[in-house]
T-cell receptor, first 110, second 112 residues
């Protein structure tokens, strides 16, 4: 079973709409990373959350880590075609390894 | 600062051959991690090197090995290639373990 589950698996939205991607962990997180990947390319670092209740924003993307540090959400406001790609959450547990979620494929159409 | 670079970008091999992939980290970064990404398994951790020492290892067979040089550059080797080794291999570097990782563009390996 996956330690880190993302939902939804895929998302198709119209340009200008808001959307949310969730990342749920089966155990307490030491740190949670969000990355974006264009198909077949490397991952682009978006942001990292460590403290329960923490919220960070970059341009139109906001990520939150819940108080219990077992779930994170990524929210995109007024989506644009440039937001299209695969969003991956990555978790650090006590092993120091970065474990990735299943990924969410986002498509934004005009 | 230049980003993480990986060579080659694309590779085609046949079953039974061996392959070596290279990763040059961001200048000053001492930790290099390797990942395998496939449509079926997603992104899976292979191993991490820090100061020329393997610090962490994922659940991959011994055919997958790596090393890190004194300049922090890293290589990954896969021996006796199998069809299932076809994947995008990603390398990431960070200042140290548990620091934010920055990824390279990947090497796409196709095994025929």
């Amino acid at each position: 079973s996956q330690e880190l589950e993302q939902s939804p698996q895929s998302l198709i939205v119209q340009e200008g709409k808001n959307l949310t991607i969730n990342c749920t962990s089966s155990k307490t997180l030491y740190g949670l990373y969000w990355y974006k990947q264009k198909y077949g390319e490397g991952l682009i670092f978006l942001m990292m959350l460590q403290k329960g209740g923490e919220e960070k924003s970059h341009e139109k993307i906001t990520a939150k880590l819940d108080e219990k540090k077992q779930q994170s959400s990524l929210h995109i406001t007024a989506s644009q075609p440039s937001h299209a790609g695969i969003y991956l959450c990555g978790a650090v547990y006590n092993t120091d390894k970065l474990i990735f979620g299943t990924g969410t494929r986002l498509q934004v159409f005009p | 600062k230049a980003g993480v670079t990986q060579t080659p970008r694309y590779l085609i091999k046949t079953r039974g051959q061996q392959v070596t992939l290279s990763c040059s980290p961001i200048s000053g970064h001492r930790s290099v991690s390797w990942y395998q990404q496939t449509p079926g398994q997603g992104l899976q951790f292979l191993f991490e090197y820090f100061s020329e020492t393997q610090r962490n290892k994922g659940n991959f067979p011994g055919r997958f090995s790596g090393r890190q040089f004194s300049n922090s550059r890293s290589e990954m080797n896969v021996s006796t290639l199998e069809l299932g080794d076809s994947a995008l291999y990603l390398c990431a570097s960070s200042l140290a373990t548990v620091e934010t990782q920055y990824f390279g563009p990947g090497t796409r390996l196709l095994v025929l």
